[in-house]
Each structure stands twice: as structure tokens, then as C-alpha cells.
């Protein structure tokens, strides 16, 4: 947006669960880097391109949206996709759908055929009403073993795949769309190939969410290590060196990396 009206970078994430954590951490990695930033996220759990789009097309209001700035963190509740739209001139559009195990079993033409009307008008719109923004599509990234909600992961072989598979339709799909891509497994592979499955696991943030493998972690650094990838991504700076260091509150304890 024009430097005149607003000298802050403005994101806005779409997307599932997936974009609602590491957030927080994106803007004290922007703020220790002298950077001002403003992050959004427009956020539904567990939602796929096509309740994107429906909701969109039949201005529903079923999101929640977090803005990320200077003052805190803020949340507004049941609102629409247009709505969010409209609260910035975003520099920075995100799309992103939920894990989904037919990734793993279609190839990537079936897949790009599958999501084609969704993606090819939901872009559409979004590069009209923004036409100087930067456009991404967020990677997803492989769930724990173990893992068996949406579709059964028994390995880190699995993982592996998932993975090459996730990293393979995010590239068809930037391809395709003229978009850029947010990568998302490749940090997350790494460090369970060491050994550190607890860096990519969260503690419980309630009853449905203890022993959580398959979101970035808090404590265990699994959203610090996310937030740094989007940082270099985004703003094309080297993250080595920051300063930033989060802490989290649980049970009434603060902790720090």
C-alpha cells in the first residue's frame, strides 16, 4: 500500500488453523527487526477451500479474525471474508486450506482440477480489489504419527511423503495462479529426522487439545521455528540474529526458549 497512508506492513492470512499460531511470534520477529507490522488472520478450523469460497460467494459470516499489532491482539468474531477484507489495504494476502489426506492420494492434476474453480476465482478477486499486494499460497504441512482424525499417519516415512506431496501441489499451484509459496514442512521434517518430535508439538490449550502433534508447538519452539520461515519469506530478511525470544504462559508458569 502507498508508504503515505500507512508505513506498516500489512498480512492478512486466510486459511484454517493452520494460520491462527506462530502469528504473535511473526510480529515480535518483525518488531525486534525494526519492521512495523500489522498480522491478520482471517480463521476457521479445519476449513477447505471450498467453505472459503461458498462463504464467500453467500457473505457468510462464520470467521474469526485476529489482528496482531502494536497494541496486542485482538479478535472479532462472526464475521465474513469481505468484512476482513476491508479493514486494511493488505500488502499481504495468504490462502490456505486444511490438511486433507486426498493430497496424499490424488496426483497434483487431480488435485489442481479439484480446487481449480475455488482457487482460480477466490485469487481473482483478491488480486482485483488488491491489485499491488504480494499473493501466497501457505503450504501445509504432515501431521504426527499417530494421528488418525482426517487421515491415518503411521510413520515418519508417511510424513516424508506427505511432505513431498504438500511442497509438490504448493508449487503447481503457484505456478499456475502466479502466486509465491509459503513453505511450511521443511523445518518442521528436520527436526523430527533429529529426533525432536516435542519441538513440533503444543501444550494443551483445553480439553480437545492436549498431547497436540500436528499444530506448531509453543513451549517446544515449533511456532518460533515456523514464524522465522515466514519472516525470511516475507520480508526477505535473514532472520539469524534477531533478537526476539517468546514466552509462554501455562498453568500460571511463564516459560522462554
Not at 461458498?54 to 457468510?60: D, I
Not at 503450504?139 to 513431498?164: H, L
Amino acid at each position: 500500500s502507498d508508504p503515505a497512508q500507512d508505513d506498516t506492513l500489512n498480512i492478512l492470512m486466510i486459511g484454517s488453523s493452520y494460520c491462527y499460531y506462530y502469528v504473535e511470534e511473526l510480529y515480535g520477529l518483525a518488531a525486534a527487526a525494526g519492521l512495523k507490522m500489522r498480522v491478520c488472520n482471517v480463521y476457521y478450523s479445519g476449513c477447505q477451500l471450498q467453505q472459503h469460497y461458498n462463504w464467500w460467494k453467500n457473505k457468510e459470516s462464520h470467521y474469526e479474525f485476529f489482528c496482531t499489532n502494536a497494541e496486542g491482539r485482538k479478535k472479532t468474531a462472526g464475521v465474513s471474508l469481505e468484512w476482513c477484507l476491508a479493514q486494511q489495504e493488505w500488502d499481504v494476502l495468504t490462502l490456505q486450506e486444511s490438511n486433507t489426506g486426498a493430497v496424499r492420494e490424488l496426483t497434483v492434476e487431480q488435485g489442481l482440477e479439484d480446487r481449480a474453480l475455488y482457487l482460480t476465482e477466490l485469487y481473482g478477486y483478491l488480486k482485483d480489489q488488491f491489485p499491488n499486494a504480494a499473493y501466497y499460497w501457505h503450504e501445509s504441512a504432515a501431521y504426527q504419527i499417530g494421528y488418525d482424525r482426517a487421515f491415518t499417519v503411521t510413520s515418519i516415512e508417511e510424513q516424508r511423503q506427505d511432505t513431498a506431496n504438500y511442497r509438490k501441489f504448493a508449487l503447481a499451484i503457484c505456478e499456475q495462479y502466479d502466486v509465491d509459496w509459503i513453505p511450511r514442512g521443511d523445518a518442521k521434517m528436520l527436526v523430527r529426522e533429529g529426533g525432536y518430535d516435542q519441538l513440533c508439538a503444543r501444550l494443551g490449550k483445553g480439553e480437545n487439545h492436549e498431547g497436540d502433534y500436528h499444530h506448531e508447538g509453543d513451549i517446544g519452539g515449533g511456532q518460533y521455528l515456523n514464524a522465522r520461515g515466514w519472516f525470511e519469506i516475507i520480508t526477505g530478511q535473514s532472520v539469524l540474529g534477531n533478537t526476539y525470544v517468546p514466552t509462554y504462559t501455562h498453568g500460571g508458569v511463564t516459560y522462554g526458549l
